[in-house]
């Protein structure tokens, strides 16, 4: 079926419900950056598989919003459909409401899945809807009545994430939760987010790409747990244990009639920002306690064991990735290789390392202009033949059950022009100097982000990502509060503390012509005067044919050389001869 015949029978629909326009979102009911198949309608109703944006379809039109990110990917995908991609320059802001207020009509209806949304989301959704006497309803799914092949909510076995990787125990994390649950004041505690979820009970699941998460809601008590889950999903042996440590299962589908019945002078902690529209008006409770989800700023920060677990992962992932662009090398000196083939590779050596357990996200592999596209993804049918010639950008990551990757190189495959080199340099400069950062303890993303960007900018270039985001322990890569982006937004607007780990991947991107990101995974430290710094915990060359040395600082050049001194050190061990010997060339001294 069409996209078209799609919109279609939506129309159809909500003409029959007396409905203006209806919005689809890229999120689950847990507000997930990654949503099990079931929830992937705006994927259905445009097209568009990029992992955000939002889709409005109207009685006579339909839109996709979407950020700078997937601005190439999106006028691609959305060519052959009457749906029309509208440019998000304000990712954080709904520019799709403000569309909605400025072409419907006085007392029209919007409509959207309640499940779908964050009360706050609603909440700014109705203030604005309703200076133009627009009404909203939150009650319809109307995907379901026209989705005739919908998937089913995932039923996938969940497993434990042991003791000897997460650090701490479930009930250490659960009574450090009922602590923070006092200080607010809080009888209960909702949590919507499957990686919170996830983390609080050191448990893992299959049911999301790439997240090692399971659909469930959960609600923490002084008394007990409830893990709202359907049991069936749960091995015998674990279920034992669970039901042992006074944790509570009970069907998934019976969390809004759990809420329904709770007593309604019992307070209880919720996130307005992720507890979904449906969830929360029907929680019976005169005391909501509005605030932020108590693993969200638990998890960020890991521990000890943690930290030394994902070094560890780091080497594992440097020598599969050694053995992947040392077989691209080789590869390509007798053929051309696919991007595709090439992204099946990295998830092929991976595989043979220890804990694997899939990839983080979908490896971007950008040969020539794809680099261009921040998020673009080869498949079959666009997948270009690397040559050996030109720039090629690599972002991948891996799931380990001792850590989570995710990593980007850009190599050259012939020699670079002056404009490849100077720009690859004017981004490296700024990835070490984000890298060499001495901080004060309340620092911010914000004032750090700048640090990365400063040398593209005194050249008149820029990048319209952020330039980090925190990344999970066996969770999801892109993982909250913490990161490096403008001020204005959590990743922007939160501290930098000992234990966080963060993505550091500024980059260049020049439409049409070719793509320039590298990224490390950097974890934030306390030094002796009390300041603050950072370690690097990946281990992979930079590509110093990219390199423009005349262009770097003695500093500069001092910390490359040490880094790829390490980097041999680490991975050396563990290569072929061959593979050695290659490595020995990428790491030498400039």
């Not at 007392?107 to 909440?123: C, K, P, R, Y």
Request: contains cysteine.
């Amino acid at each position: 079926m069409t996209v078209d015949a799609r919109i279609h029978l939506l129309r159809t629909e909500m003409r029959n419900a007396n409905i203006h326009a209806y919005i689809l979102p890229s999120s689950d009911p847990h507000n997930s950056e990654y949503a099990p198949d079931r929830w992937k309608s705006r994927e259905w109703i445009s097209g568009f598989t990029g992992s955000a944006g939002t889709s409005v379809v109207t009685l006579k039109e339909s839109g996709l919003w979407a950020d700078s990110r997937y601005f190439l990917q999106a006028e691609d995908e959305l060519a052959q459909s009457e749906m029309v991609l509208h440019k998000m320059f304000n990712q954080f802001k709904p520019q799709y409401i403000e569309w909605l207020c400025e072409n419907l009509n006085s007392g029209d209806t919007v409509a959207v899945d309640g499940n779908l949304f964050s009360i706050g989301a609603i909440q700014s959704f109705e203030k604005m809807l309703s200076e133009y006497d627009i009404q909203l309803n939150t009650q319809l799914d109307l995907i379901e009545l026209v989705w005739g092949d919908r998937p089913k909510i995932p039923s996938n076995k969940i497993f434990e994430h042991e003791v000897q990787y997460a650090g701490k125990s479930r009930i250490e994390k659960i009574n450090s939760i009922r602590q923070e649950m006092n200080n607010h004041g809080a009888d209960a505690h909702l949590i919507s987010t499957l990686d919170d979820i996830a983390w609080t009970f050191n448990l893992r699941g299959t049911d999301v790409e790439y997240n090692p998460v399971f659909v469930s809601y959960a609600v923490i008590k002084h008394n007990e747990s409830i893990l709202f889950m359907d049991e069936p999903k749960i091995p015998s042996e674990l279920l034992n244990t669970l039901n042992e440590e006074n944790i509570v299962i009970k069907p998934y589908s019976e969390i809004i009639s759990y809420l329904n019945n709770l007593n309604e002078n019992e307070s209880i902690l919720v996130d307005k920002r992720n507890c979904n529209v449906s969830l929360y008006r029907s929680i019976n409770s005169k005391k909501i306690i509005l605030g932020t989800t108590i693993p969200r700023n638990l998890k960020a920060i890991k521990n000890d064991i943690e930290i030394e677990h994902t070094r560890k992962v780091m080497v594992k992932d440097g020598v599969a990735l050694c053995k992947a662009f040392y077989w691209l090398e080789q590869t390509l000196e007798k053929e051309s290789v696919k991007e595709i083939s090439f992204s099946d590779k990295l998830a092929e050596y991976r595989s043979q390392q220890n804990g694997y357990k899939g990839e983080s996200f979908g490896a971007i592999i950008g040969y020539q202009d794809n680099g261009a596209v921040i998020h673009y993804r080869p498949n079959q049918e666009s997948s270009k033949n690397i040559e050996k010639n030109g720039m090629l950008l690599c972002d991948s990551g891996g799931q380990y059950v001792d850590g989570t990757t995710d990593i980007t190189r850009t190599i050259t495959l012939s020699s670079p022009s002056a404009e490849h080199k100077t720009n690859f340099t004017l981004v490296l400069k700024g990835m070490i100097a984000l890298t060499m950062a001495k901080f004060p303890k309340g620092t911010k993303g914000g004032q750090l982000d700048i640090l990365a960007r400063q040398f593209l900018w005194n050249n008149g270039l820029n990048y319209l990502h952020g330039t980090g985001h925190g990344v999970g322990f066996f969770l999801n890569v892109h993982e909250p509060t913490q990161g490096f982006s403008s001020p204005g937004n959590e990743r922007g607007d939160t501290v930098h503390v000992p234990g966080m780990i963060s993505s550091n991947e500024p980059g260049y991107y020049k439409d049409g012509a070719y793509g320039i990101r590298i990224e490390n995974l950097i974890v934030c430290k306390e030094a002796s005067n009390g300041y603050l710094f950072f370690e690097t915990l990946t281990l992979m060359p930079i590509d110093l044919n990219l390199v423009d040395k005349s262009l770097l600082t003695e500093s500069e050049i001092n910390w490359l050389n040490a880094y790829h001194e390490k980097v041999y050190e680490k991975l050396s061990v563990h290569l072929t001869s061959e593979e050695n010997q290659w490595l020995v060339e990428k790491t030498k001294s400039i």
